[in-house]
Each structure stands twice: as structure tokens, then as C-alpha cells.
């Protein structure tokens, strides 16, 4: 066996060894980006360096938030009872970090027997997906996804 | 102490609001381009308003 012919073999397994562990590092990064993205919205963008990206999911995620609780909306909680009542807060909670701000600034309670507490509540429900969806999109980004 | 904010908002006003937070939101998710995110936030906008203000319409038979 002749030594670049050696050596070619040894680089390729070296590659072969070295791939896996680096792939699941850039997973492992990937996802600790995903979940940055959903407890901070935009966290996951600025880790990229993708500024715009950043401010406007923070801005209209926390303006969505705060329109929702200044309209009285349902902030659910885990103590719900029916599946509706789950999907509420798992859909809240999709706002991470927003979701105990949003808690702290629900000062009067939620009033759904008007109209608007109604639309507060669509607009939390919607930050919350909102950013689910960014954090999706940050992760995939994160994983050299085209995005 | 945190002051209770409100929000005293009419139902065409919160719905072009949510439709502008959230045509942002998808502006700047699935464009790169500046110009191109602001073409996408106004059709975004003008469809959501559109769709939502024909769907009132449909409805209106209905209302009473």
C-alpha cells in the first residue's frame, strides 16, 4: 500500500469518525437555539446574527402579548381541566419568557364576556404560535436549512 | 406596582391590527430582502383585511 493511498484511507476514516460527533454537536446546537428562540423570541435569529429577523419577531411577538392582556384577553393556565383549555396554554405558553410577563401585567383578570377580551385572547394564542413558528424557523436555520 | 394597562379597541381595529403584527411577523420570517419584506407585508395585509372584512360580509345574512 503506498502512503498517500494510506493516507487518503486514514483522512476518509478519520472523517467517518470525526462526522457523526460533529453532526450531532451542530443538532445539539441547533436545538439549543430552537429552544433559545421560543423562551426569548427573537433569541434565536440574534444567535445567528440575524438582526432583522430578531427584532421583528421580539417586537410583534411582545406587541401581540401586550395588545392581548391590554384587552383583557385568557392568559390559560396549566390548571385548565379540558383539552381546550390545554391547547389554550400550550398555545400561551408558546410566548416562553412573554408568557410570565404576561402573567405579571394581567393585573384586572381576563373579561372574554366582551368582544375584546375575546380578540385578547386570539392575539395571545397567536404570539404564542407566532413564536413557536420563528423558533421552528430559527432551528432549521441553525441546521444550514435554506431559510 | 405594574399599572393595568387597556386597550379600548373596535373590532376593524383589532383585526387590522393583528393582521399588520402578523403579516410582519411573516414578512420578515420569509423574505431576506428588504424591499421584498415589504411587498409581502402589504399583500399579507390587504388579503387579510380583505378576506376578513368579505367573510363579515357573508356572515351578515346570518347575524340575526
Not at chain 1, 84 to 111: C, I, K, P
Amino acid at each position: 500500500m503506498s502512503e498517500d493511498t494510506a493516507t487518503g484511507t486514514t483522512a476518509a476514516a478519520a472523517e467517518a469518525t470525526i462526522t457523526p460527533s460533529h453532526h450531532q454537536r451542530n443538532e445539539a446546537a441547533a436545538f439549543a437555539i430552537g429552544v433559545a428562540g421560543w423562551f426569548v423570541p427573537g433569541l434565536g435569529h440574534a444567535l445567528q446574527k440575524m438582526w432583522g429577523r430578531a427584532l421583528g419577531c421580539f417586537l410583534t411577538v411582545g406587541a401581540l402579548v401586550f395588545l392581548g392582556i391590554g384587552m383583557r384577553g385568557n392568559l390559560f393556565s396549566s390548571e385548565g381541566g379540558d383539552a381546550f383549555g390545554m391547547l389554550g396554554y400550550v398555545a400561551d405558553l408558546g410566548t416562553g419568557s412573554f408568557y410570565f410577563a404576561a402573567r405579571a401585567l394581567e393585573t384586572q383578570g381576563s373579561d372574554v364576556a366582551h368582544a375584546e377580551g375575546d380578540y385578547g385572547t386570539r392575539f395571545l394564542a397567536a404570539a404564542g404560535v407566532l413564536n413557536l413558528l420563528a423558533a421552528l424557523h430559527a432551528y432549521e436555520a441553525a441546521r444550514g436549512r435554506k431559510a | 406596582m405594574i399599572a393595568a394597562i387597556a386597550f379600548n379597541l373596535s373590532h376593524f381595529q383589532a383585526m387590522t391590527l393583528f393582521a399588520l403584527l402578523i403579516s410582519i411577523a411573516f414578512g420578515f420570517l420569509s423574505r431576506r430582502r428588504t424591499s421584498e419584506r415589504v411587498k409581502y407585508i402589504i399583500w399579507s395585509l390587504f388579503l387579510f383585511l380583505l378576506i376578513g372584512v368579505g367573510i363579515g360580509w357573508a356572515m351578515y345574512p346570518f347575524s340575526r
